[in-house]
């Protein structure tokens, strides 16, 4: 049996250890990652909503980067939300940049009423590509 390797992206370990969690979790051919938000390397939200999923993405992709992987290796998406009607257009339409075209990764979106200060956050699974 393959044990499961933890994975962390540049610049993000004290977080993860502060909180006493990984980035992600390799196992076999998958990846499993943690929920990431809008924040900076100081672990503060990024105050304007848009740009908080925007970072949001962006420390996905960091987090993807260091398993291996990119956003195209995404086969499943969980996204958590603390006022899902008014941030729906703002979330589609970055939603829109990071899948610009089909096949779209599956997507389940929950309401939530807390996210420790910030307002997105998003957990994926991905592929781990074979490398030859």
Wanted: with cysteine; aromatic share 10%.
């Amino acid at each position: 049996m393959t044990k499961p390797t933890a994975i962390f992206p540049a610049n993000r370990h004290a977080l993860y250890e502060a909180h006493g969690y990984s980035a992600a979790i390799a196992s076999r051919d998958l990846l499993s990652v943690s929920g990431q938000v809008g924040s900076g390397e100081d672990g503060s939200p990024e105050p304007d909503f848009a740009e908080q999923v925007r970072l949001a993405f962006a420390n996905l992709r960091a987090t993807l980067a260091a398993g291996g992987c990119n956003l195209d290796d995404i086969v499943d998406v969980t996204s958590f939300h603390t006022d899902p009607e008014n941030q729906f257009a703002a979330i589609m339409a970055v939603k829109s940049e990071v899948f610009p075209e089909p096949p779209y990764p599956n997507w389940t979106a929950i309401g939530v009423n807390w996210l420790a200060g910030f307002d997105f956050e998003i957990k994926v699974i991905a592929r781990i590509p074979v490398r030859n």
